[in-house]
């Protein structure tokens, strides 16, 4: 770039176009050409129903609806409106909270709001987050943004088995380059594989990372990214490993990111929580005051509307019922459409990543941009990633799965 009016920090920034939205734009323009049916768009990270609308749950939106404009306009406390912390906690265990532990939230504009909360402060500047090889975009750029950096660690070994080798060795390597390490886990139903980690996982990485802070000076901070908690399974078994996060020494801090964007169908309306879980209550008390603060200097405060939902809902188990149960009619709706393709890879010796859940599915390819070209041809659109293509069960409708595998191994 010749003159740039930027500051040096910020130059060349954005200059990279958006691999989804140009995919997304030409599945739309196909759509416009050929009509709909003729054309399967597995590129929208948002639910659709079979006959290819939006899927918004009425529950909530009714909720919404009839909200008093006071608690639908006004200005939320920078932290949250204390009842929506509580429910956020509450929301995000369901019963399964760690014992002798102390536990704190701050409000932020989804699960993005969150990570970006822990990378600030839980890094020093020019440190690095650990995020796993298989990732979803945003993890890098929030960490650019604010002057940090990735490193990444191989999820699954040579044969699609998930792998805790490589966080280990990494880990290592990074704790002993600087104090403080953050470590994400999308998990259950991590993006863009649905792999769910097991209770045996944490357990595994837990224990491992106690053996790495006998220093008090080295600190690790891991961030569950449970964006797609509720579209796995039931909400007692995917939560059972918070369970494990007692007992850890004060200098691992566990770090949940919730989301409304996926759970309500809220996606644009930007709310979720980070919370904190320690044993220790000084940690959990700077870790409120210092996110606080951290809110007010970046975004202000969160979206009420979304607050007071939360808030009622989980005062009023009627409430709560009703929006699980419309929940888990798509989430079983997903889960259904990933098992077409899951049973036709299995027919046609076509490889996957191990899908447990969530909104994507992922073949390995050696070369993804060409696979997904090929596809391509075919009125078949699919995010390219880095070592695999991905495709949004969320988004694609039941009747056009059948076929989806082999056209996919046709194409490798
Ligand atoms: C892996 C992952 N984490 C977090 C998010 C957070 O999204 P939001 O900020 O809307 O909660 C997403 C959304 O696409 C995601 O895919």
Redesign the pocket.
């Known amino acids: 770039m010749e003159f740039s009016m930027m500051a040096s920090h910020a130059r060349g920034k954005g200059t990279k176009p958006d691999a989804v939205f140009a995919v997304l734009k030409r599945a739309n323009d196909a759509m416009a050409k050929y009509g709909k049916e003729k054309v399967v768009n597995a590129t929208i ?1 948002a639910i659709y129903d079979d006959d290819g609308k939006f899927v918004a749950l009425s529950s909530v939106s009714e909720y919404y609806r009839k909200m008093a404009d006071e608690e639908m306009m006004s200005y939320a406390p920078i932290a949250g409106i204390p009842e929506f912390l509580q429910a956020a906690i509450d929301y995000a265990f369901q019963g399964n909270q760690p014992e002798n532990t102390y536990t704190a939230a701050v409000a932020t ?5 969150g ?1 970006r909360h822990a990378f600030y402060n839980y890094l020093e500047q020019g440190d690095k987050a650990l995020i796993p090889d298989w990732f ?1 975009g945003p993890y890098k750029t929030i960490a650019d943004e604010h002057l940090r950096g990735v490193e990444t660690y191989k999820m699954f070994d040579e044969d699609y088995n998930f792998t805790l080798e490589d966080v280990k060795v990494k880990t290592g390597e990074l704790l002993a380059a600087q104090d403080n390490v953050v470590v994400v886990f ?1 998990t259950p139903g991590h ?1 863009p594989t649905g792999y769910s980690m097991t209770d045996e996982n944490w357990s595994e990485i837990l224990e491992f990372f106690k053996t790495q802070v006998s220093d008090k000076q080295k600190k690790i901070t891991v961030v569950v ?1 449970m ?1 797609y908690i509720d579209f796995v399974g039931s909400s007692q078994k995917t939560r059972n490993f918070m369970k494990l996060f007692g007992g850890l020494p004060e200098n691992i801090l566990i770090t949940l ?1 919730f ?1 409304m ?1 996926k759970s309500f169908t809220s ?1 644009g309306m930007r709310s ?1 929580a980070l919370i904190a879980v320690s044993s220790s209550a000084e940690v959990v008390r700077e870790f409120a005051n210092g996110c606080q603060f951290s809110s007010r200097g970046v975004w202000s405060n969160g979206t009420r509307a979304c607050q007071r939902l939360l808030a009622d809902m989980m005062k009023d188990p009627q409430l709560k019922a009703k929006m699980d149960k419309e929940r888990e009619q798509y989430s079983s709706l997903i889960l259904k459409r990933a098992d077409i393709f899951i049973k036709e890879a299995q027919e046609v010796g076509l490889k996957m990543l191990p899908y447990h859940g969530g909104f994507f599915i992922t073949v390995p390819a050696a070369d993804p941009k060409a696979t997904a070209e090929k596809l391509e041809a075919d009125n078949i659109f699919v995010v390219p990633l880095k070592k695999g293509i991905r495709f949004a069960v969320c988004a694609l409708p039941t009747q056009q799965m059948s076929g989806l595998a082999a056209k996919t191994k046709a194409a490798l």
Not at 109 to 113: E, I, K, M
């Open positions: 990270g504009p989804g699960g993005t709001g990570i979803w999308n993006n990214d964006a990111a989301s964007s996606y979720g």
